[in-house]
């Protein structure tokens, strides 16, 4: 979205510099676009996630700001999809430039293999995981990709497939019942196989990166679990690309592991609400940016 880390900028001296880190590492002013954007530019995949790290990471100075003992005593973090590699940084995983460096290779890699293979996303609200299975199975055309790319709270999936299959999916969809289906904002099919060519890109990047055991639990996208060794964290990197994102699951885990306040950190609430859905009854969860 046009504006945002703006505020943070003006009023934080540390999300400044970020920003203008982020310029010297990625050759143009991200700053600029945050702010200012155009839209069009600011909402393409190679733009917006290097976007969206950085104005996340600056949102985090501004809780250390704001609430320092809250972000010093932090046991657990999760990102979803982009926001792992947030989450990563604040770990320790890897630092501010090298995450930089593998999402701005990342969002390259997306948009190359969505450009090869016409494709898109969309949320199916009201429906089951295990009806959305079978209705992607009717809907699949032959040869076309067509499967669950997010599994993000009760009654919210977010569909990734090649374009024709997705439209039939939509009026499936509605005629089973759906309350809405919501075709995405997005450049092509994220977490599926059509993603494949993306992750032979990756790889390069990240085999390159140096990275460290995580100082905190950190639940990765793939299958909700927390993992300490670099090597492994690396792979499942690479497998998060084709695989569906297991947001509600890793929020559960999370819950199960008697974590009861949580901090969005990042543009928007979308999150928050996710967190609602999931668990009505946690205690806590405030976002830094509205």
């Not at 809907?139 to 497939?161: F, M």
């Amino acid at each position: 979205m046009v504006g945002m880390g703006r505020q943070l900028a003006e009023s934080l001296p540390v999300a400044q510099r970020l920003y203008a880190q982020a310029a010297d590492v990625l050759g143009y002013d991200l700053a600029e676009l945050c702010f200012n954007g155009p839209e069009s530019e600011l909402d393409s995949t190679i733009i917006s996630q290097p976007a969206l790290y950085v104005t996340s990471l600056a949102a985090l100075e501004s809780l250390r700001a704001s609430k320092p003992d809250i972000v010093e005593k932090c046991e657990a973090a999760a990102g979803l999809s982009l926001g792992e590699y947030t989450a990563l940084t604040f770990a320790g995983v890897f630092d501010f430039e090298t995450g930089l460096r593998l999402v701005q290779e990342r969002g390259q890699a997306m948009q190359d293999a969505a450009d090869a293979a016409p494709s898109g996303m969309m949320s199916i609200l009201g429906l089951t995981p295990e009806k959305i299975e079978i209705l992607c199975d009717e809907a699949r055309l032959e040869g076309e990709t067509l499967q669950i790319a997010n599994l993000l709270c009760p009654g919210n999936v977010a569909v990734s497939g090649s374009n024709h299959s997705c439209e039939r999916l939509l009026e499936l969809a509605q005629e089973a019942g759906a309350m809405r289906v919501v075709p995405l904002a997005v450049a092509g099919a994220f977490h599926t196989q059509l993603m494949e060519p993306a992750v032979d890109q990756l790889a390069v990047a990240l085999a390159n990166a140096d990275m460290s055991p995580p100082r905190v639990t950190v639940i990765s996208n793939v299958d909700a679990q927390a993992h300490e060794d670099p090597e492994q964290i690396r792979q499942l990197l690479l497998q998060q690309i084709v695989s569906p994102v297991r947001w509600e699951d890793s929020l559960r885990r999370l819950l199960a592991d008697q974590f009861s306040r949580f901090y969005e950190v990042g543009p928007g609430r979308v999150l928050r609400g996710l967190m609602r859905r999931v668990e009505r009854k946690a205690a806590s969860c405030e976002s830094v940016m509205e």
